[in-house]
């Protein structure tokens, strides 16, 4: 009789895990698909300038935990989805866009608008989780190789990827102060 070997968990160090890097930007895989059935989970440095844009997503939801720096978040359906500039947004209930400090922690369901940007001078850290996975993990190497290009992002062939991914964009991605 051949016994059972007992499954093992992953332990990933501090500093280690896969590195998908872009000029000023950073995203470390820390869980992936491959360990995980029900979420990625990622360290993300987001530079000054950035904004992801406000978007949503039918299927994903997402944790996002600040670890250093600030950003700008939100997480709420706006009274009206203006196309220019989430970051003026208010829900019907009054909610407005957060300074998030460290230790700030915004959970996003599916079909929520959400968005995040780095407005401060210096770069910010957050751990990023997505469930289910690895829709984030593809989506994240490919973003990054399009930022890593010279000049200003293609925002074409962003669009593109995010139809791909269960992005729904509301607002334009920004790279840079």
């Not at 996975?133 to 593809?138: G, L, Y």
């Not at 190789?145 to 729904?168: K, M, N």
Request: charged fraction near 20%; proline fraction near 12%.
């Amino acid at each position: 009789m051949t016994a059972l070997t007992p499954p093992e968990g992953l332990l990933v160090p501090p500093g280690q895990g896969r590195v998908v890097e872009a000029p000023a930007q950073q995203v470390t895989f820390k869980v992936t698909g491959d360990h995980s059935r029900t979420a990625s989970s990622f360290e993300v440095v987001v530079p000054p300038g950035f904004d992801v844009g406000a978007h949503v997503h039918t299927r994903s939801e997402e944790l996002f935990y600040v670890l250093d720096g600030e950003l700008d978040v939100l997480a709420f359906e706006p009274r009206i989805r203006t196309p220019d500039n989430w970051q003026r947004w208010q829900s019907p209930t009054g909610s407005k866009v957060v300074r998030a400090t460290p230790g700030t922690v915004i959970v996003v369901p599916p079909g929520c608008p959400h968005a995040f940007a780095n407005p401060t001078g210096r770069p910010a850290k957050m751990f990023f989780q997505a469930s289910p996975p690895p829709d984030h993990e593809r989506y994240f190497e490919e973003l990054l190789e399009i930022l890593a290009t010279d000049g200003p992002p293609d925002h074409a062939a962003i669009e593109e990827l995010r139809s791909r991914y269960d992005i729904e964009q509301l607002t334009p991605l920004r790279h840079g102060a």
